[in-house]
């Protein structure tokens, strides 16, 4: 049984201001990577005491570089999710620790999709989804699950709502405003994480995999006409819908970039 664990930073406990996200000087920041890694190591270790044989963990945020090096769990193998497609196949599970919800979700700590800066919203099949859609399609075509989840509470309840009843989830905060959050305290996270990561992989076979109808068409309208321009201009694949919005159909989905536009 293999896992693979998919990371992002906005979801992760003790992490309850869009400061400790984009000042990257400050204690608030270095405290979220102490946290990335704790989270993620806790999850690491919850696979391995359910049998996991092979543990893979993405460093998701951003462009990926927010591990602390050294920090990662050794017995965990680091890789990208883009740059290793095969990678999915091979795994009975997916985990996504510190995850968000969908750009316009109300009182959901840093909501968006892909980008808060250039992106209003990302549709599938007309359905407007955030990045545990994203996850959930990519694994869910490979018949993998989405099992455990952690982050805020709307992230959480997203996760729910998407995967069903059966996906296990690790509430560590809660929004008051989008930009802030309360968080419990670091001993109480990571026993929701291991919790619930061991309970996900436990019950892995009543969670449905998010299969998703092919073609997939996937919207995105920007935040900007100029934006709008800008992609078209980048990705000639991809066809105007109006002013904000474009869109593609995916025939087949091999690789992460896939799911995206
Ligand atoms: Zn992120």
Do not use: W
Not at 6 to 31: A, H, Q, R
Not at 86 to 114: K, P, S, Y
Not at 241 to 249: E, F, K, P, Q, W
């Amino acid at each position: 049984m293999n896992v693979l664990i998919l990371t992002d930073l906005e979801g992760i406990s003790g992490v309850s201001s869009i400061t400790d996200i984009f000042e990257t000087e400050t204690p608030g920041y270095k405290n979220a990577l102490v946290r990335l890694m704790a989270d993620t190591n806790t999850a690491v270790r919850a696979a391995f005491d359910e049998g996991a044989e092979t543990v893979y963990v993405v460093d998701g945020h951003g462009g990926g570089k927010n591990f602390i090096e050294g920090a990662l769990d050794p017995r965990a193998v680091q890789i990208s999710v883009s740059g290793n497609p095969e990678v999915i196949r091979n795994c009975d599970a997916v985990v996504a620790i510190g995850m968000h919800a969908m750009a316009g979700t109300q009182r959901a700590f840093l909501d968006h999709t892909q980008s808060s800066k250039t992106i209003h919203h990302y549709r599938y099949n007309g359905e407007r989804i955030g990045e545990l859609s994203q996850i959930g399609v990519y694994a869910g075509h490979f018949d993998v699950p989405c099992v455990a989840v952690s982050g805020d509470v709307a992230a959480c309840a997203e996760a729910r709502a998407l995967f069903g009843e059966n996906v296990a989830i690790a509430v560590v905060k809660e929004a008051n405003v989008r930009n802030t959050a309360i968080c419990v305290d670091n001993v109480t996270a990571d026993q929701r994480i291991y919790d619930a990561v061991a309970e996900g992989i436990r019950k892995r076979d009543t969670v449905k995999p998010l299969v998703p109808t092919l073609p997939l068409e996937i919207a995105v309208e920007y935040n900007t006409t100029a934006l709008c321009d800008d992609i078209c201009r980048v990705k000639p694949y991809v066809e105007r819908v109006d002013g904000y919005t474009v869109r593609a159909l995916k025939e087949k989905i091999e690789t992460y970039y896939d799911v995206l536009l």
